[in-house]
């Protein structure tokens, strides 16, 4: 979890007017360089990729229901 979200998009923000968006092969290199450390850590791949799959549902039947009642028309 992120505990300062700010400063992430802060990061994102400069090394995108910096760089540029990377190109599909850039891209690919860090998604399998962050795949390789989510297998360093034991995180992926998910043993069991429904389990909690319950609550994630719920949680978007909460915020959906939210946004579409407290947007102003």
Known sequence: MIKNPHIVKKF??????D???PDYPAA???????????RSLGML??????DGI???????RIL????KTSLPE
């Open 28 to 38: 690919l290199r860090i998604f399998t360089g962050l795949w390789e450390m989510g």
């Open 54 to 60: 319950e609550t994630d549902i719920r949680l978007a």
């Open 64 to 67: 959906n229901s939210c946004s």
């Open 19 to 21: 760089q540029g968006d």
């Open 45 to 50: 791949p998910l043993k069991d990729p429904l």
């Open 12 to 17: 994102e923000d400069e090394l995108t007017r």
